[in-house]
């Protein structure tokens, strides 16, 4: 099982299996197959993170509290597309190390060990 993350704004590339949007707002120029807005972070923490309102682990508590805790049945289907094909984490950030992308990935490692990860 692969799970692979990504900003939006890469190249779309066959290697990125089954690619999942996991942002709240969207353009018609992103590609990908499946959009779950319910894995994206709110749109009032998202903004008190922007404003330096709270820091990056404040985010992450916060994101985990919020989404992450909340939103079981969402991971499973992502879970369960896993087992099935290779799976791509798509958010707008180009990096994953302060990016929603990459907590959820990492969060469906713990749930499943099996998982590989491919952080970009």
Known sequence: MII????????NEKSDGIRICIMRR?????????????????TELLKSYHDRRIDW???ERRFAKEVLNRNQKYLDIVL?????????LLCWEDTPEMCHRRL???HLKKINPLINLSLK
Do not use: G, H, N
Request: hydrophobic share 40%; glycine share 0%.
């Open 4 to 11: 692979k993350t990504k900003s939006v704004q890469a190249k």
């Open 26 to 42: 969207i353009r018609p120029e992103f590609v990908f197959d499946i959009w779950m807005p319910t894995l994206a972070p709110s």
């Open 57 to 59: 682990k404040k985010y």
């Open 80 to 88: 369960d597309i896993s087992q099935k094909d290779i799976l791509t």
């Open 104 to 106: 959820v990935a990492e």
